[in-house]
């Protein structure tokens, strides 16, 4: 019997399991589109009844799921202090915890769920390759990381000493002013801050000359990271 | 007779078929040059009639060349159902539709003439390159794809978090934050809705660092998918 | 004695020929600083007539550079007809021209100064090694730069059916839809003009999504070919 | 002595050196932040004095650090004239020479104390990397960056004759237009000029079409020499 359910409950090339497996999937992105769907301003008691059972109905199934899993697994503890049985337990958590609690104070509670999206991950192979990917060059990635946020802390600071006389209300302090450089450096550019005199229009020419390709270092590595990442798994 | 034709139709280094195909091509962009212009608001009824008497000639010499094609296959119908076939009726259906149906009723048809664009592909050798491309690499892509969305899904939840209370009106459900985590994530940054909180713009910071370099990278295996079919071809 | 002219006026080892080429250099530079100044609105007649001056003098200069090459090369009509020769020439034309024509109609002609930049080549290896670059990579960039207009047409047009009903000030035809394809496209993002319909905005995700990648083509071969052709010369 | 504070002070394998740069680079930290908390406007006397003494704290340190670095050195003038003695040095001198001017005179001063991010250098190995990938690919940043300028510069000499007449508050001046031109070619668009005519557009169409392949190159050159530097630190 164990093993029959355990055959199940683990993808494997066994039909039942890509069946069981697809219906989990298929509950967490219902579980996902309700929960946003919940933030919706000014819903009809009605929708709001029907999202609450769709709630209801995914915990009872994610918590069977991991009771099953719990039953199946051949040394228990070891699977509720695993990464995917601690994620297991958070996806059902928040709504146990509602029951007992009141429900004005939960609003980051209710973000809990989303946890559920890494239950994805035991099913998705790029969200691995990917997790993986960003632990092989953490190390990179932080030192890069840090002389980007230099470059923005420098560009800040000297779009304040252009800008605060003349626009006092957007570049008030240093911490506004990295606001700036953070936006123009990613090349976003909303629009809501930008230089006015010509010595901050002359020093934002520089640093963008200069910046741009620092700021897309870490970037690079991430990427680079993933893309060998994946040669790696072709390799197999 | 049928050889003679065929060897007109069909692109190959008899000086004749680079006639034909060269006037095709034309015809393919005043077609769909006169589409484009037909949308142009409040035309002169002269203009009108201009526009309607070069889609009546494109369509004729469209379906001369169909019928065409048929007369010189090898196989007829194994032509009508191949791709180039399909696109080749595609192109001259809407007009035939909409010979018999009313008129107002026809938007959407209308744009059913774009699938004249396709044609071109017969003659361009970058545009079957690229779809080649694309779909050696799709399944890359689509994992990819996923941990890109999944991203962008939480960029617009940690929005909505901070930013819900301060600007209701721009980010009311985690709908609406959508749109804001991919115009900021691509960087096109149009500055419709950007966060006005510290808390928002510190976490738009985090979101910013980190994800450039997970949503580049759909980007960048299309790009890479594409150099290699490109290198390949030079190989040859 | 023109061996002597020769040996300054062509850039080699001689002392003397770096120096004239430094000087030609600064004129240039200088030139093209008074050409973008006289664009100042509202200048003192005092500064006209500095900028006149200077002007007159950078003429008067490369005329003696253009004659003085002219003489030394050993086939006079094979240096009037080469590249670099055609370049000296437009160089100092509009100033001629305008002794002859009503000052006026000048607008156009002022532009044709600029061709005073390209005489920087015959000094910047990078400049020479661009050119050769794009060359090069001609048929490549021309075949993809028509699937990214391609694309960039269908864009506008699926943008044109969603958001024309609802802005037909910003989206009243086809082409005004081709103005913010290609600066969404490019990730530009003015924000003048963007999608405020969900339908619109799906879509835009959609085209951003998948649209990011083929736009970068170009692009990329052009900074891989630029690549290549620096690579190879660090090889010689 | 010396021996045993030269251990301490000189980042090694000792425990004791370890604490030692931990602690320094805490302060440099905390120096740079409340070097920035200053600049936030109306801050109330209590603060101001809270943050003068970090600063008083922090120089102190900084000089004591300097002193015994000299001391441990076994050649006095050899460090003072190194790039890090200079550093150490520039970080501690606003303060002293505050102590002996008038404070109203002391705004562009004050960014000096800035030079102590410099420090941070010391401890860690991007940086340095940094420094010295840039430094050697010094000669081809530079060949490209005059490439891009004159890019720049043709794009801002084009728009300037097309939107000049229409806009000529945003587009008055040559000059102006570079503005434009910067903020478009690295796709930044803040959204406070574009252009409106249909010449203007369809300008900008072909600049940023051609264009950003050429703006990408010098930061394309920086991210690759960074890169190499990385690769290479990984095979010692």
Redesign the interface.
Known sequence: MRQYIKSIVELNDNPKSRVFAYIVQVLILVS?IS???E???DLEPGTRKILRAIEVFCVIVFTLEYLLRIYCSDKKSAFIFSFYGIIDFLAILPFYLALGIDLRSLRALR?LR?FR?FK?MRY????AH?SRAINRAKE?IL??????L?LI??SA?GI??FE?AAQ?EHF????DS??WA???L???????V?PITVGG?VF??FI???G???V?????????A??KS?DKKEED
Chains 1, 2, 3, 4 share one sequence.
Do not use: C, H, Q
């Open positions: 996902i929960f946003s769907y933030t919706v301003p973000f989303l999206i994805l998705n192979r790029a969200l990917f990179e030192l890069f990381l840090f002389v980007t230099i802390y420098f600071v304040y000493y605060n006092p008030s302090s240093i911490f990295l606001w953070i936006i123009t990613t090349t976003v550019g909303y629009g809501d930008y229009k934002t020419f963008l000359m200069i741009l390709g620092i897309a270092i870490p970037t690079g590595i991430i990427s680079s993933l893309t994946v």
